[in-house]
């Protein structure tokens, strides 16, 4: 079993719609959770950490937490086009980094 | 702040050669992990620095490949021999606490 698991979708939603990325972990020791963005040929980038139970806002993106069912999820209000990417769930469980594969999302104009 | 620097951005090479990669981390920022990202397997961690000690490198996946860190501001990852299954994007990221933040990567690959 992989530490992280994602679906890899791809997700399509049209644009304004709510999109919902969801990320299960397996190591009840784990503390801390990122999502990041990949645009196709690019890096990683941050857009989100949540380190607690329950919802955490930042503009149009929403992070929640569930550490008893063991899933983190990451909304998207309003998707943009500019949305579109692969989203990366990372846990941190002591002091290693664990990534999921990533979920595709295509925000249809 | 100029971010994570990576060094070549694109490098072909022939199997059995030599290849060094280049990471420059954020200034200040005390651990550096390097990463191998795929289709197949997506992003793997490969070893990471603290305080330019490596911590752990159980993600290396052969003698084949080094990775040092004389300073904190600059590390290499080499393979010698390279092989066509070494192929990939090489990421290099860094961190002051524990939000990472990536470079820009290197792709190589392997022929």
């Known amino acids: 079993q992989k530490e992280v698991e994602q679906n890899s979708g791809p997700l399509s939603v049209p644009e304004g719609a709510i999109a919902s990325l969801n990320c299960t972990y397996s190591?009840?020791?784990?503390?801390?959770f990122f999502w990041y963005r990949q645009y196709s040929g690019k890096s990683p980038e941050l857009i989100m950490s949540?380190?607690?139970?329950g919802d955490k806002e930042d503009g149009r993106f929403t992070a929640q937490l569930n550490k008893a069912s063991q899933y983190v999820s990451l909304l998207i209000r309003d998707s943009q086009p500019s949305d579109s990417a692969t989203y990366l769930c990372?846990?941190?469980?002591?002091?290693?980094?664990?990534f999921g594969t990533g979920t595709s999302l295509t925000v249809i104009p | 702040d100029a971010g994570v620097i990576q060094s070549p951005r694109h490098e072909v090479t022939e199997m059995g050669q030599e290849v060094t990669l280049r990471c420059k981390p954020i200034?200040?920022?005390?651990?550096l992990f390097w990463y191998r990202q795929t289709m197949m397997r997506g992003l793997e961690l490969l070893i990471y620095?603290?305080?330019?000690?490596?911590?752990?490198d159980s993600g290396m996946p052969e003698d084949r490949f080094s990775a040092k860190m004389p300073n904190a501001s600059f590390s290499t990852l080499k393979i010698q021999p390279s092989e066509p299954r070494d192929s990939a994007v090489y990421f290099c990221?860094?961190?002051?606490?524990?939000?990472?933040?990536f470079g820009p990567g290197t792709r190589l690959t392997v022929l």
């Open positions: 990221a860094s961190s002051s606490d524990i939000e990472q933040f």
């Open positions: 190591d009840r020791g784990s503390q801390s």
């Open positions: 949540i380190y607690s139970n």
């Open positions: 990372a846990a941190l469980t002591g002091n290693q980094f664990y």
């Open positions: 200034s200040g920022h005390n651990s």
């Open positions: 620095f603290n305080n330019n000690v490596p911590i752990d």
